[in-house]
């Protein structure tokens, strides 16, 4: 099984930018597809972007052109970066596997705050 630990969130102004990193631990990381979720107070969690283990990428509609998914499988990292931040990316943040999504395995995510 994957574990992730996700980092890099905080508070930041709009048009502004973060990047988000997710470490892993285990050794079929490398072959596992990743998918970084949001869930904003209130609201249901949503995936925003997701990436295989090959590096094929796919985003939500509404982070596209603004957010990229990356990974290092050398480093067992996977990144979100997040450009030009809007007050409705305000969310906790969390990396995920589809095995672990399944089982209701979550870590505790990162805060991302977008506010003047």
């Known amino acids: 099984q994957v574990q992730l630990v996700e980092s890099g969130g905080g508070l930041v102004q709009p048009g502004g930018s973060l990047r988000l990193s997710c470490t892993a631990s285990g050794s079929i990381f490398s072959s596992v597809d990743v998918g970084w979720y949001r869930q904003a107070p209130g609201g249901q969690r949503e995936v925003v972007a997701a990436?295989?283990?090959?590096?094929?990428?796919n985003y939500v509609d509404s982070v596209k052109g603004r957010f990229t998914i990356s990974r290092d499988n050398a480093k067992n990292m996977v990144y979100l970066q997040m450009n030009s931040l809007k007050p409705e990316d305000t969310a906790v943040y969390s990396c995920?596997?589809?095995?672990?999504?399944?089982?209701?395995?979550w870590g505790r995510g990162t805060q991302v705050t977008v506010s003047s």
């Open positions: 990436i295989s283990g090959g590096g094929s990428a």
């Open positions: 995920n596997t589809p095995h672990n999504v399944m089982l209701g395995h």
